[in-house]
Each structure stands twice: as structure tokens, then as C-alpha cells.
């Protein structure tokens, strides 16, 4: 199957401060997300990005396909962004778009 | 609109107890999942559904099964418990009506087997 690495796997900031997650896949792919598990559990999606660029706020991510990583970054950082950050992906040529394969994800905290 | 719901919250089996937990979604998405998530870990597919009547196993279907009677509905059901069942259980719903294929998640159910 599709191995999906993620890298820090732990970060640690000062709030304010900005910071870069990388996801790197082994495969083409025609899905791929990134998701926010807060502190209770909940898992939020926060970008469906198969390839280029995205914003929403103080979050950015861009994917490069034809290079097989993607990126998200977290500008002004807040206490509230704890927590772990999933890159998940589906392999091209399949004929569903549920199948996602997560990564272990990042750890991330922010302390004020 | 719920999202997604998933009950129970919270559940403890003894080994060889079976059980059903219950997944449902009211935005009319046309694909359901459901995940696992050990401690530590990313998440891990055990079942997928594409629409109602169809369903495929993922990376972890041993000992569990799904059926999808409606758009609605993802039941997952545990035959007979054990240990290595432990974990947090997530189920999800995506949809192309958008043309984009956001996965969105239930709050989850964990299970403890003893």
C-alpha cells in the first residue's frame, strides 16, 4: 500500500510563532488532506489539497504532486492549534474517494 | 445539520461480547468509513462504503462487519470481542457533490475489551 510519512513528529512553539509541517507519500495520488485532532479527540478537516494552494486564515497548505509531498503551514501560531496534525491520502487510479491511508501524524504544542 | 454522529461514546466488552456501534449522517453523502485508532497512531480503515448495498473491506477488516441498509446508516459490528479490539473507533462520510472530497468525522466511540 501507500506509505505516508509525516515530519516533526513532535513540535513544540512559543504562541505567535510560525511553523511548517511536511507529509511525504510514496505514490500518485488524487486525495489528499490534512486534518486537525484537538486535545478531546475531534478531528477536523482543514484542507482537501490533491495538488497546489490553499488558505483558510492563518493556515496555508500546498501540494506538490509531480515531487510527492505536501505542506502545511501555521502562521501566528495560537494555543488553540494544539494538538496532532494527520496528512492523509488515497491512491490514484481507484474509483472511491473514501479510502484514506493517515500518517502518524505531528504532535504540536503551543505554549503561551 | 448533525454532521456526523456516532454512539455510544464510551464502551466497555468482556472478551467474546458482541456488539453494534451506530454511525449516521444527514448531509446526503453518498460515502461512509470507519477507522480505528490505537494510541500513538494515525487511523487505520476497517470498512468503507461507496453508496447503500456496497461495501469493501479497508487495511484492518478482521473480526468486524458493516452493512449499509441507507444513505444514512454505517453500522459496525464487533462478532465477538477481543483485547486487540481496544481502541477509539471513527467513523466518516465524504461527498463529491462539491467536487471536493472532504472527509468529515464522528466524535468517536472508545472501546475497551477486557
Known amino acids: 500500500g501507500i506509505q505516508v510519512e509525516q515530519s516533526p513528529p513532535d513540535l513544540i512553539l512559543q504562541e505567535g510563532a510560525n511553523s511548517t509541517l511536511r507529509c511525504n507519500f510514496s505514490?500518485?495520488?488524487?486525495?489528499l488532506q490534512w486534518f486537525h485532532q484537538n486535545p478531546w479527540g475531534q478531528l477536523i478537516n482543514l484542507f482537501y489539497i490533491p495538488s497546489g494552494t490553499k488558505q483558510n486564515g492563518r493556515l496555508s497548505a500546498t501540494t506538490v504532486a509531480t515531487e510527492r509531498y505536501s505542506l502545511l503551514y501555521i502562521s501566528s501560531s495560537q494555543t488553540t492549534d494544539s494538538g496532532v496534525y494527520f496528512c492523509?491520502?488515497?491512491?490514484?487510479?481507484?474509483?472511491?474517494?473514501?479510502?484514506?491511508?493517515f500518517g502518524q501524524g505531528t504532535i504540536l504544542t503551543v505554549h503561551p | 445539520n448533525a454532521g456526523v454522529t456516532q454512539t455510544p461514546k464510551f464502551q466497555v466488552l468482556k472478551t467474546g461480547q458482541s456488539m453494534t456501534l451506530q454511525c449516521a449522517q444527514d448531509?446526503?453523502?453518498?460515502?461512509m468509513s470507519w477507522y480505528r485508532q490505537d494510541p500513538g497512531m494515525g487511523l487505520r480503515l476497517i470498512h468503507y462504503?461507496?453508496?447503500?448495498?456496497?461495501?469493501d473491506q479497508g487495511e484492518v477488516p478482521n473480526g468486524y462487519n458493516v452493512s449499509r441498509s441507507t444513505t444514512e446508516d454505517f453500522p459496525l459490528r464487533l462478532l465477538s470481542a477481543a483485547p486487540s479490539q481496544t481502541s477509539v473507533y471513527f467513523c466518516?462520510?465524504?461527498?463529491?457533490?462539491?467536487?471536493?472530497?472532504?472527509?468529515?468525522f464522528g466524535p468517536g466511540t472508545r472501546l475497551t475489551v477486557t
Open positions: 462504503s461507496v453508496g447503500a448495498g456496497i461495501t
Open positions: 448531509m446526503n453523502h453518498e460515502y
Open positions: 505514490d500518485s495520488v488524487n486525495n
Open positions: 466518516a462520510s465524504s461527498s463529491s457533490g462539491s467536487g471536493s472530497w472532504e472527509q468529515y
Open positions: 492523509a491520502v488515497e491512491r490514484s487510479g481507484g474509483t472511491s474517494y473514501g479510502k484514506l491511508t
